[in-house]
T-cell receptor, first 112, second 113 residues
Framework: KQEVTQIPAALSVPEGENLVLNCSFT??????LQWFRQDPGKGLTSLLL?????REQTSGRLNASLDKSSGRSTLYIAASQPGDSATYLC???????????FGKGTTLSVSS | NAGVTQTPKFQVLKTGQSMTLQCAQD?????MYWYRQDPGMGLRLIYY???????DKGEVPNGYNVSRLNKREFSLRLESAAPSQTSVYFC????????????FGSGTRLTVV
């Protein structure tokens, strides 16, 4: 059974720091990898999608990479801002696209 | 851009009552999903519908039923609510196949007393 682990579970940093969130899979047969942001009491906002043929995606200050051989993904946030404070979730889908398996998330707090 | 719309946003039920959570998407996606999110457990798949007319069980289907009413709508029904079903429920949709990302609704916060 596929399991997704996100490390750390919580992270507090001062504004301006660069940071890395980690995600690992027990089964490296992940087809796509998607990173989401969730604000307290809100839904999930998609940040980045890494498709099967890709190794990384970038959007603004965010960069996500996927190493299928090791079953690991990282989300890099550059020059963090207080507005980045949220819970970040990674999720992987199998080839059939029938299931998106989630990690439990990393809760990020950026102080000004 | 409506995306995925869920109703209601909040609901309080008494144990044993029934209710249906509604979900509609306007992106012409083939696949739709119901997840529940609980503290410390993350998001878990309840049911999914790969295409109109099909539904399949996910990780935690017990106590729930679903209906894929048409391509746009996918409902989740609790026949006899239990306190263990207190949770936040999210509906999602995606294009068929795994090359596409998922879009989520804003959630329904359900409390069963």
């Amino acid at each position: 059974k596929q399991e997704v682990t996100q490390i750390p579970a919580a992270l507090s940093v001062p504004e301006g720091e660069n940071l890395v969130l980690n995600c690992s899979f027990t089964d490296s047969a992940i087809y796509n990898l998607q990173w989401f942001r969730q604000d307290p009491g809100k839904g999930l906002t998609s940040l980045l999608l890494i498709q099967s043929s890709q190794r990384e995606q970038t959007s603004g200050r965010l960069n996500a990479s996927l190493d299928k051989s090791s079953g690991r993904s990282t989300l890099y946030i550059a020059a963090s801002q207080p507005g980045d404070s949220a819970t970040y979730l990674c999720a992987g889908s199998n080839q059939a696209g029938t299931a998106l398996i989630f990690g439990k998330g990393t809760t990020l707090s950026v102080s000004s | 851009n409506a995306g995925v719309t869920q109703t209601p946003k909040f609901q309080v039920l008494k144990t044993g009552q029934s209710m249906t959570l509604q979900c509609a998407q306007d992106m012409n996606h083939n696949s739709m999903y119901w997840y529940r999110q609980d503290p410390g457990m993350g998001l878990r798949l309840i049911y999914y519908s790969a295409s109109e007319g099909t539904t399949d069980k996910g990780e935690v289907p017990n106590g729930y039923n679903v209906s894929r009413l048409n391509k746009r709508e996918f409902s989740l029904r609790l026949e006899s609510a239990a306190p263990s079903q207190t949770s936040v429920y999210f509906c999602a949709s995606s294009e068929a196949g795994s090359g596409y990302g998922y879009t989520f609704g804003s959630g329904t916060r359900l409390t069963v007393v």
